[in-house]
């Protein structure tokens, strides 16, 4: 199937970066109303790169929701149940946010840049509105705004030896998941140690768009003998890492226990919050199914663009795989899917329906291996 071209219009957000982000890029997705380029090179070389060497991403995509206000904190703690009260100024924590049932909404990023001041750094799923909407609802004395603050990542064994040369040496000390607020060739900016890779990186959230040229430029630069060039979330290497993507891996139709989330945070804290007494529920009764790492045998398989079912010995459907892909590293096909809990167990096979037929399936472990 031929891809249609994006057309542009002012329903689509400018990136700050673009003018850079899409040259050279082949093909590109939309999300959070942003386009995000997908394809450089080629899905094997872009990955190779990304694993050798050092990468720009435009990710301004992942879009800012600003809560400020004296009720700041507790509203936010109110969005997800992972306990935001230890979350201290300067780092950032990793939640789903739920809603009355417990279906995941999102799973963003949460920066604290003062104790009366978030961002929630989103993936793809609109946030906005319905956390103003909360905040209304439920009276909270708060601000919920998008402050226009777009991010950029540089992700890659490399991504140190890059920003250091902007930045100095103390970067390197930067621990994860802690940011700091500084400036690159005169732009201020916020400066994290995450990224949506296993690689290592940083991401850089621009406050000032009109400076999006020159900061890229200015990466590109200091970077030029690192071999930097501009690359992009890649799925391969998602998938080897191990991260899930909203809206393939997850959607509201699923709840963090199921999900494997929940190892980000602890039933039963103090605070109250949206959906807390569904999850608890879930929790109490138990998941039927749950998210697991899955080999599929045969050729190079396509990633799915719903999902591919997944049958037990009888024929029966038992789950769903969300994401697929072809590892040249590993040598295999990789992916992730929904099984039965008593289907779980490392090794358990089963059968998958893809448009090439039917192929044997796996669990496999954490690093793959089964």
């Not at 609802?137 to 250091?164: C, E, W």
């Not at 807390?276 to 190079?300: Q, S």
């Not at 037990?312 to 795989?321: L, M, P, Q, S």
Request: net charge negative; glycine share 8%; aromatic share 8%.
């Amino acid at each position: 199937m031929n891809a249609p071209v994006i057309s542009f219009s002012r329903r689509l957000r400018v990136s700050p970066f673009e003018l850079r982000s899409l040259e050279g890029s082949k093909s590109a997705s939309v999300y959070n109303h942003l386009v995000l380029p997908t394809c450089y090179e080629s899905l094997e070389a872009d990955y190779w790169h990304l694993r050798e060497h050092v990468q720009l991403w435009d990710v301004a995509c992942q879009v800012q929701v600003e809560v400020q206000g004296p009720d700041a904190a507790n509203f936010v703690e109110y969005l997800t149940p992972r306990d935001v009260s230890r979350c201290q100024v300067g780092q950032c924590i990793y939640t789903p946010l739920i809603d009355e049932a417990g279906g995941i909404i999102n799973d963003p990023l949460i920066l604290r840049l003062a104790d009366d001041r978030f961002w929630i750094s989103l993936s793809d799923s609109d946030v906005l509105l319905w956390a103003k909407g909360l905040a209304l609802g439920k009276g909270f004395d708060v601000r919920v705004f998008d402050p226009n603050v777009f991010p950029m990542s540089i992700q890659g064994p490399k991504s140190a030896d890059l920003l250091s040369r902007v930045l100095g040496d103390s970067i390197r000390e930067l621990k994860f998941f802690r940011f700091v607020e500084t400036e690159i060739a005169g732009t201020p900016v916020v400066v994290a140690r995450t990224g949506w890779s296993g690689q290592g990186g940083y991401e850089i959230y621009l406050q000032e768009p009109d400076s999006g040229v020159k900061l890229w430029d200015t990466l590109a630069a200091a970077g030029e003998d690192l071999q930097v060039r501009a690359g992009c979330p890649n799925l391969i290497e998602r998938i080897e890492s191990g991260l899930l993507s909203y809206g393939n891996d997850m959607t509201l139709d699923n709840n963090p226990l199921e999900a494997g989330l929940d190892r980000f945070f602890k039933l039963g804290k103090s605070a109250d919050y949206l959906g807390r007494a569904a999850l608890e529920a879930i929790a109490e009764e138990g998941v039927t199914h749950r998210l697991v790492k899955l080999v599929i045998a045969g050729e190079p398989v396509a990633n799915p663009r719903t999902v591919y079912t997944i049958q037990g010995a009888a024929g029966e459907n038992i789950g769903t795989v969300t994401s697929a892909v072809y590892s040249p590293r590993l040598n295999q096909n990789i992916g992730f899917g929904y099984l039965p809990v008593d289907s779980c167990e490392k090794g358990a096979r089963a059968v998958v329906l893809t448009p090439e037929g039917a192929r044997d399936l796996w669990v496999a472990d954490n690093d793959w291996s089964s």
